[in-house]
Antibody
Framework: EVQLVESGGGLVQPGGSLRLSCVASGFTFSTYEMNWVRQAPGKGLEWVSY????????FYADSVKGRFTISRDNPEKSVYLQMNSLRAEDTAVYFCARGTDILATMDYWGQGTLVTVSS | QSVLTQPPSVSAAPGQKVTISCSGS????????VSWYQQLPGTAPKLLIYDNNKRPSGIPDRFSGFKSGTSATLGITGLQTGDEADYYC???????????FGGGTKLTVL
């Protein structure tokens, strides 16, 4: 059974940093693309970042470019999102999602971790 | 404002059929596969349709997808109260090198 479990969310002050983690199980992690997608309270889905199976290709949404960094550790079956210079508008539930067809399909999703940016 | 445009809400009676539209452009829907996701209240999104019209294992054939030009449509037949959820279309935008979603459509089964 495919499982994705996110962690690392919490309350942080504006300008602060957080590192989100997503641990995968139930599939060969090293052969799949991974994404981070977020959902602000009461709002729709917003794609945040993508990393290819080998980590060589990375994309970011314009809203987070230069502030967030995606990475992965294939032996640890984990993908990470380092979030710096956080703003109130980054407040959201952050989902990790397994990808296929480079950004076009996300076939399994974790349960999400809540990030709240507030003073 | 989302790159892909969906109606905010649709509604229909149990047992009826409903369609949800998703409009984009040549840089996204027009030249890429479309996926559809269902998000039940308080849960993570779930893949319903991929590659425009394919269903993952376990998704009933009451759910269907169709794409023509720069628009896509999700169809749901035999509506059940358990289908009440938010539905999102998604794809790749080749010009932006980004994933894009519609704003979501809330389905109410009256």
């Amino acid at each position: 059974e495919v499982q994705l479990v996110e962690s690392g969310g919490g309350l942080v002050q504006p300008g602060g940093s957080l590192r989100l983690s997503c641990v995968a199980s139930g599939f060969t992690f090293s052969t799949y693309e991974m994404n981070w997608v977020r959902q602000a309270p009461g709002k729709g889905l917003e794609w945040v970042s993508y990393i290819s199976s080998g980590g060589n290709t990375i994309f970011y949404a314009d809203s987070v470019k230069g502030r967030f960094t995606i990475s992965r550790d294939n032996p640890e079956k984990s993908v990470y999102l380092q979030m710096n210079s956080l703003r109130a508008e980054d407040t959201a539930v952050y989902f990790c999602a397994r990808g296929t067809d480079i950004l076009a399909t996300m076939d399994y999703w974790g349960q999400g971790t809540l990030v709240t940016v507030s003073s | 404002q989302s790159v892909l445009t969906q109606p905010p809400s649709v509604s229909a009676a149990p047992g009826q059929k409903v369609t949800i539209s998703c409009s984009g452009s040549s840089s996204n829907i027009g030249n890429n596969f479309v996926s559809w996701y269902q998000q039940l209240p308080g849960t993570a999104p779930k893949l319903l349709i991929y590659d425009n019209n394919k269903r993952p294992s376990g998704i009933p054939d009451r759910f269907s997808g169709f794409k023509s030009g720069t628009s896509a449509t999700l169809g749901i037949t035999g509506l059940q109260t358990g289908d009440e959820a938010d539905y999102y279309c998604g794809t790749r935008d080749s010009s932006l090198s980004a994933g894009v979603f519609g704003g979501g459509t809330k389905l109410t089964v009256l």
